[in-house]
């Protein structure tokens, strides 16, 4: 099981992705930069401590995109 599928699995989680707009998902899947935004928005309410890691926040919006890009795909087999 890859991480993805772990994500979606884990109830927090795939709450808050269930919550997003088929539009958001693809607008965080195709541009890079509104994941980096979204990321830091994320990181700035759950870990503060960790805003300034450059890193990590883009390790986050990467993240982002791939399970964007899973859970798009998913809804698109519905």
Known sequence: MD???EI???????KLVDRLST??????AEDHLRALQEAHKGIKK???ERLN???YLQAM???MQILAKT????????
């Open 23 to 28: 539009k958001t998902l693809k607008l965080i």
């Open 71 to 78: 859970v798009l795909g998913k809804r698109s087999k519905k």
């Open 53 to 55: 890691d450059l890193e």
């Open 46 to 48: 759950e870990e503060p």
């Open 8 to 14: 979606l699995k884990n109830d927090k989680y795939k």
């Open 61 to 63: 919006a990467d993240g």
């Open 3 to 5: 991480i993805t599928d």
